[in-house]
């Protein structure tokens, strides 16, 4: 137990340690983009982009859809119950040593078997959080962060924290409370709200406002036990706008932004923000960010991708340039994701189902975040789309621009402004040629 996998490994084969070679090798398990201690700007890129494993998809997941049975082929397949958690947490450290990530995340239910009663639950957790932490001792890996499922069993049929059965809600305040105690021994960064089934259905038997409130309180209990035990990490809340509902109370980032604020709770929890869900929501995935970014709520990042053609989530690893690339731009506007990180919450698809399409996948992604970082930090450097901006916007640094943004300006004022201007020139925004630009960086960078 605890032991350093560098070489060939007990669950992975052959796949030796993933290695930096440069975009002219032609290694499939080698990084040609991701060099982490390569320095851009400030920070290594293994400070800049923080990679985490997510556990559930890696570990747990088994190709299943709504169309057909699992098609994974796993070595710990043959194992059950609490063996086949412990087998995981050692072919997940061994992945870990492997990738060279510095964090990894999952849902309470990814690491440990539900139990007949809530206590025999927990007892199985804590016999997998001893394993996890005596790994961690000598591993260079940390918890980005953890959180509870609360949608896959039938108890949040109708949601968790909304739920019309109070019966649930003290079991999810339970659930939580467990989570926040399993985060603060493990060391988590940061504990995950996600609202899996937090929303409804139809309004024909829902009380809206009630169950927003419940939300709201539940939480403000989180974050009352979360300074009683001393856990210190960055609460985050994750946007989804629908799946498994029809409408999630979270819809996207400026819902949930608004949500926070109604509430009080803004002071308290930032965003994690999921490409495939900003699809979901007929955003961008920088859009998004942006969004989080301005109001100074942007925490973390779920990284995937949606398939535009599809309307579900089908968490698919980030191998789209351009996304990377805005991503990393906002991220890098933000001053970095703090505490947060990019966590992989993405499968590989059903049809790459042998062990090693894990460690190709992953391997992809990391390239690709790590290659718009650094189209980011030059974009960024050059001041391209900042001098645009700045430009486009100059009719507010002087004259009435200015009286309007100083607060000097009225409709009276304005009125007055506007009778006596009888040329109003307005400047092309250039899209095409800001977006010619940065094909140009993407590719020559």
Known sequence: MGQSYTNVGTYFGSVNKVFYEGKDSNNPLAFKYYNPEEIIGNKTMKEHLRFSVAYW???????????????MQRSWDKYQGMDLAKVRVEAAFELFEKLGVPFFAFHDRDIAPEGNTLKETNENLNVIIAMIKEYMKTSNVKLLWNTANMFTHPRFVHGAATSCNADV???????????????????????VFWGGREGYETLLNTNLKLELDNLARFMHMAVDYAKEIGFTGQFLIEPKPKEPTTHQYDTDAATTIAFLKQYNLDKYFKLNLEANHATLAGHTFDHELRVARVHGLLGSVDANQGDPLLGWDTDEFPTDLYSTTLAMYEILQNGGL?????????????????LEDLVYSHVAGMDAFARG???????????????????????????????????????????QYALNNNSIQNKSGRQERLKAILNQYILEV
Not at 60 to 69: C, K, N, V
Not at 391 to 411: K, M, P, Q, W
Request: charged share 30%; glycine share 12%.
């Open 57 to 71: 998809h890696t570990f747990t997941a088994d190709g299943t859809d709504p169309f057909g049975a699992a098609t």
């Open 373 to 415: 970082l650094k189209v980011a930090h030059k974009l960024i450097e050059d001041r391209v789309f900042e001098d645009v901006i700045a430009e486009r916007y100059h009719s507010f640094t002087e004259g009435i621009g200015l009286d309007i943004v100083e607060g000097r300006a009225n409709f009276h004022t304005l009125e």
């Open 338 to 354: 703090g505490c947060g990180g990019l966590n992989f919450d993405a499968k590989v698809r059903r049809g790459s189902f042998e």
């Open 169 to 191: 809600f003290a079991y999810a305040a339970a659930q939580v409370k467990k989570g926040l105690e399993t985060a603060k021994e493990l060391g988590a960064e940061n504990y």
